[in-house]
């Protein structure tokens, strides 16, 4: 079994702060990604940032806003935003990708809403 926690979301005004943590716990020998993505009402869901041991990606909509980073030994990504805005609205989604029960698997977090209005 694989948990992963998520929380860190909330309301908060255009141009405000939110900073998103994810701890992973169970039987995982090793990760190889962590990542953020993010579901808007009405819309498929998107990567929003991913991170290995080597690379880090974001969506072009969030470069220079949204950082992300991981803790390996605590098994916890984060994903620092800033200068949210109205658009950011929507359920972040944690994801993981490794060795889980000796199998490569991914795995989900539940989510957690982020509404960013005035």
């Known amino acids: 079994q694989v948990q992963l926690v998520e929380s860190g979301g909330g309301l908060v005004h255009p141009g405000g702060s939110l900073r998103l943590s994810c701890a992973a716990s169970g039987s995982i020998s090793a990760i190889n990604a962590m990542g953020w993505y993010r579901q808007a009402p009405g819309k498929e869901r998107e990567l929003v940032a991913r991170?290995?041991?080597?690379?880090?990606n974001y969506a072009d909509s969030v470069k220079g806003r949204f950082t992300i980073s991981r803790d390996n030994a605590k098994k916890i990504v984060y994903l620092q935003m800033n200068s949210l805005k109205p658009e950011d609205t929507a359920i972040y989604y944690c994801n993981i990708a490794g060795w889980i029960d000796f199998v490569y698997r991914e795995r989900w977090g539940q989510g957690t809403l982020v509404t960013v209005s005035s």
């Open positions: 991170i290995t041991s080597t690379s880090t």
